[in-house]
């Protein structure tokens, strides 16, 4: 089967748009990789859970996922600070009880080390460093660019057949 010219234009079209979402995707996701790596270093301060639960969502195909959502306060030069984020990364399960078990971590009133960027202390989190949810949207990135790098040039080469 041979492409017509537009055919192959429009092909290479969609095959951009695919590589830039990809590079996209890879900023982002090397960001929150470079934000969990440096956690483990930012200072510290005291906090405390002001709400604990789990929410649930289910996705156009029916599948359902489960999140621990956490709210804490803690203050940094006397500013007082609300965060929710316990981690960099995916905090989406597919088991309620993994997300119930997270979110039993952090009961409303307890005490918790909140570790917090220096530059932006309104950037925190419960637990620093990275784990494998923090390289998901990197992954994501990186698979759309193969994609596109890989398709285009058979795109082409069949394209003039």
Request: charge should be negative; hydrophobic fraction near 40%.
């Amino acid at each position: 089967m041979r492409l017509s010219l537009s055919g192959c234009l429009s092909a290479l079209g969609v095959l951009f748009i695919f590589g830039l979402v990809g590079a996209g995707l890879s900023y982002w996701g090397w960001t929150i990789v470079q934000d969990a790596r440096a956690s483990s270093s930012w200072p510290t301060a005291a906090g405390v859970v002001s709400s604990s639960e789990v929410s649930h969502s289910t996705d156009a195909e029916g599948g359902d996922s489960y999140s621990p959502e956490v709210d804490y306060q803690y203050q940094v030069d006397g500013q007082s600070i609300v965060n929710d984020q316990i981690k960099f990364g995916e905090n989406s399960y597919d088991s309620r009880r993994r997300a119930e078990e997270i979110a039993a971590n952090y009961p409303v009133g307890r005490q918790v080390t909140v570790y917090y960027d220096p530059e932006q202390p309104d950037k925190a989190v419960l637990e620093p460093g990275v784990s494998a949810g923090s390289y998901i949207v990197l992954s994501i990135g990186v698979v759309f660019i193969l994609i596109a790098l890989l398709v285009a040039p058979l795109t082409l080469i069949f394209g003039r057949r």
